[in-house]
Every structure is written in C-alpha cells, then in structure tokens.
C-alpha cells in the first residue's frame, strides 16, 4: 500500500511560476512509475505528465510541453510538478498517481494504468 500527499497548490497570477509536491509514504517508492493528472470542473480527469522509475523518461500532455518538468527524488519518497508560465486554463485539481511497475523505463500515460491516487491539490490561474 502507498499512501500519496499532494502539496503547493495556490491561487496565482497569469504568467508565474508553481512547485507542485507528492509525497509518498512506504519503502517502495522507487519500483514505482508515477504521474500527475488534473481535473477541471466539469472536465474529465486528463493526463498531465509521467516519469519512469528512474527519472530518467519522462512524458508530457501536449498543452503543458515546454511549460512544465515533472521530477522525482528517490531518495526522498518525492515527486515534483513544476509550472511554469500558467495560464487559466491550467486552473484544476491537481492529482498525483503512482503504480507498481516491473521495467525502469516505463512510464505510465493512462489514468487506468494507475492504482494509487492522491487526495489532490486546487491551482487556480486567473488575474
């Protein structure tokens, strides 16, 4: 079992800059491929951004490429989403999920593909 605490999520100005933290409980971080996801009031759930076991892969929804970095610190049980330049639309809940998977390399895309979930964390972007 992993328990998932998201944290940094705020009411920002256009344009600045966010942190977004998740942090993870239990001694399996590493074997784990995690992501962050987002929802938007009356939206479905979307993908955001995933990174492999390793840190080494990562992948990113087309609308935040180039704006966010998605992060992790083994060491620390932690992983990072950092935003820059937001706009409105980026304003949502905010999701981390992880799951257990066999190959370092792989990362995780598809909300299906996870089994654990955080509580979440509100962005809101507006002037």
């Known amino acids: 079992q992993v328990l998932l605490v998201e944290s940094g999520g705020a009411l920002v100005q256009p344009g600045v800059s966010l942190r977004l933290s998740c942090a993870a409980s239990?001694?399996?971080?590493?074997?784990?491929?995690m992501g962050w996801f987002r929802q938007a009031p009356g939206k479905e759930r979307e993908f955001v951004a995933a990174i492999s076991r390793s840190g080494e892969n990562t992948d990113y929804a087309d609308s935040v490429k180039g704006r966010f970095t998605i992060s992790r610190d083994n060491t620390k049980n932690m992983m990072y989403l950092r935003m820059n330049s937001l706009k409105p639309e980026d304003t949502a809940v905010y999701y981390c999920?992880?799951?257990?998977?066999?190959?370092?390399?792989?990362?995780?895309?598809?909300?299906?593909?996870?089994?654990?979930w955080g509580q979440g964390t509100q962005v809101t972007v507006a002037s």
């Open positions: 239990g001694r399996t971080f590493s074997s784990f491929a």
């Open positions: 999920a992880g799951v257990g998977v066999r190959y370092v390399v792989a990362v995780v895309t598809t909300a299906s593909g996870y089994d654990y």
